[in-house]
């Protein structure tokens, strides 16, 4: 369960979240929508303690993410997977490389990786592709790399910040298909978009900002903004 109690986030005075309150439910497929500058990352970075609110707290089931030092903050980001826009691929590693590195470094052995990528990147479609490097891939299967890398340390979370944003339709819903396999599977999936096809077609929970605010949460709910 992730809590956000009266969770406000001022820059230079200026409230790009004001007085958040929302509760998401382990294995739910969410959307958030709205348009740029609403507040929409900065709810994510908040979740994944990339920056910290000035007023309010943030709970990820019992712990208080906004009360965390900063030596624990590894631990919270194992248990929520990212992935971003722009894939954030190393170039000059393989897709297998890509997915073994981020397991090298939360200090997974070798064992492990080489029992543990195959499969992940089987899920992802990919296990054909273990190989090439990411300027021999598409970009959704460049997108497809980066949601394997995220499934890494088996997240409870997921969070798609745009996602599908540099892709085209077919890749699109590739990967939105894949994001509904592994929700499917039990992780939670939050999903920042402007796509309003894929919001509209998918009959899921919509939260939709609009200058710090929440100003509209329906399960099923279209992006109307």
Known sequence: MIVFENVSKYYNSHPALDKVNLKIAQGEFVFIVGQSGAGKSTLLKLLIAEDKPTEGKIFLDSEEVTAMPHKDLPLLRRRIGTVFQDFKLLTQKTA???VAFAMEVAGRNKKEIADDVPQILQLVGLEQKARNFPRELSGGEQQRVAIARALVHQPDIIIADEPTGNLDPLNTWDVIRLLMKINELGTTIILAT????IINTINKRVISIDKGKVVR????????L
């Open 194 to 197: 402007h796509d309003r096809e």
């Open 217 to 224: 949460d329906e399960e099923g709910g279209r992006y109307i």
């Open 96 to 98: 297998y490389e890509n």
